[in-house]
């Protein structure tokens, strides 16, 4: 796994800083050329907090001191690849809000390559080829992830389905076992419905799986496994298409590598579910 940087750290550990920390990091994140060049007075100035408070977050993010993460921020903010986009405006050309569109979905996909752990994927994949049943949760806009997951899941022959409805999630995380997977997907981390899904699929012995852009959210505390998406975007809402693409990239990345890792068994399934649509299509 790449090194993240100090950008996508900030942005996945947002949701769990204290109040006054996160007026810094909120600032950092939006205008991160401009902090690069004030010093720890005038950063913790523009944040609206004390000095103090700039150097706890360095601390935090594991720097020596304020020069330490200045320094490594402006690497970062030099490079393409880091860009902050900002949202549309009124008089944004359709030509301006075609490159901006696929700026930030590359972006999203490069930021999630950079913060996805290999162990963790290694860990989810081992687990779903043991399972008797896999169960996926979302909400919203995850949902399309959690369809497309199920729809993979489908063709290599794994007992699998996607549950939207509150209650059909209620009712499925209840009936999972040690013998079991549970899913959530959900871009913010902070679907309760998504996270007390996976805890009561967990209290049966479950093994459970998070697909989230944040750490330290109930989503993610209800899992045993985190898997990351990232976008660095101001404006990256949960339902815009940055974010489905990073989740639906995770999608991909667990159908091939249950090929790789499963590969005879994912095989024949393989061939038989192609069989029965040969002869469905047929008939």
Same mark, same amino acid.
């Given at each position: 796994?790449?090194?993240?940087?100090?950008?996508?750290?900030? /942005?996945?550990?947002?949701?769990?800083?204290?109040?006054?920390? $996160?007026?810094?990091? !909120?600032?950092?994140?939006?205008?991160?050329?401009?902090?690069?060049? $004030?010093?720890?007075?005038?950063?913790?100035?523009?944040?609206?907090?004390?000095?103090?408070?700039?150097?706890?977050?360095?601390?935090?993010?594991? +720097? *020596?001191?304020? =020069?330490?993460? /200045?320094?490594?921020?402006?690497? *970062?903010?030099?490079?393409?690849? &880091?860009?902050?986009?900002?949202?549309?405006?009124?008089?944004?050309?359709?030509?301006?809000?075609?490159?901006?569109?696929?700026?930030?979905?590359?972006?999203?996909?490069? &930021?999630? =390559?950079?913060?996805? !752990?290999?162990?963790?994927? *290694?860990?989810?994949?081992?687990?779903?080829? =043991?399972?008797?049943?896999?169960?996926?949760?979302?909400?919203?806009?995850?949902? @399309?992830?959690?369809?497309?997951?199920?729809?993979?899941? +489908? =063709?290599?022959?794994?007992?699998?389905?996607?549950?939207? !409805?509150?209650? +059909?999630?209620?009712?499925?995380?209840?009936?999972?076992?040690?013998?079991?997977?549970? @899913?959530?997907?959900?871009?913010?981390? +902070?679907?309760?419905?998504?996270? *007390?899904?996976?805890?009561?699929?967990?209290?049966?012995?479950?093994?459970?799986?998070?697909?989230?852009?944040?750490?330290?959210?109930?989503?993610?505390?209800a899992a045993d496994?985190?898997?990351?998406?990232?976008?660095?975007?101001?404006?990256? $809402?949960?339902?815009?298409?940055?974010?489905?693409?990073?989740?639906?990239?995770?999608a991909d990345i667990?159908?091939?590598?249950?090929?790789?890792?499963?590969?005879?068994?994912?095989?024949? /399934?393989?061939?038989?579910?192609?069989?029965?649509?040969? !002869?469905?299509?047929?008939?």
């Amino acid at each position: 796994m790449e090194s993240k940087g100090i950008l996508l750290t900030i /942005k996945q550990i947002l949701p769990a800083l204290p109040v006054q920390e $996160r007026k810094v990091a !909120d600032y950092v994140l939006s205008h991160p050329h401009e902090a690069v060049g $004030r010093s720890i007075t005038s950063l913790a100035h523009a944040s609206g907090v004390g000095a103090t408070t700039v150097s706890r977050l360095c601390r935090r993010l594991g +720097m *020596e001191g304020y =020069q330490k993460f /200045k320094i490594e921020l402006a690497q *970062e903010t030099g490079s393409p690849e &880091n860009r902050i986009y900002p949202g549309g405006t009124p008089e944004e050309t359709l030509a301006n809000l075609s490159q901006r569109m696929f700026a930030v979905n590359i972006q999203a996909l490069h &930021n999630t =390559q950079k913060t996805l !752990d290999i162990s963790a994927l *290694e860990e989810v994949v081992s687990a779903i080829l =043991q399972a008797r049943r896999v169960d996926i949760y979302a909400v919203g806009g995850a949902g @399309i992830a959690a369809r497309e997951l199920h729809f993979k899941f +489908m =063709q290599l022959g794994i007992n699998a389905n996607a549950f939207l !409805d509150s209650q +059909m999630r209620v009712m499925s995380a209840a009936a999972l076992t040690s013998e079991d997977v549970g @899913i959530g997907i959900s871009h913010s981390g +902070m679907q309760r419905q998504v996270a *007390e899904a996976l805890t009561l699929a967990g209290s049966g012995g479950a093994t459970t799986v998070a697909v989230t852009s944040f750490s330290a959210t109930p989503v993610a505390e209800a899992a045993d496994i985190v898997l990351h998406t990232a976008s660095l975007g101001a404006d990256v $809402r949960f339902d815009s298409p940055s974010v489905r693409n990073a989740q639906l990239v995770i999608a991909d990345i667990l159908y091939e590598a249950l090929l790789l890792q499963g590969k005879e068994l994912a095989q024949e /399934k393989l061939a038989r579910v192609a069989r029965s649509i040969s !002869d469905h299509l047929a008939a």
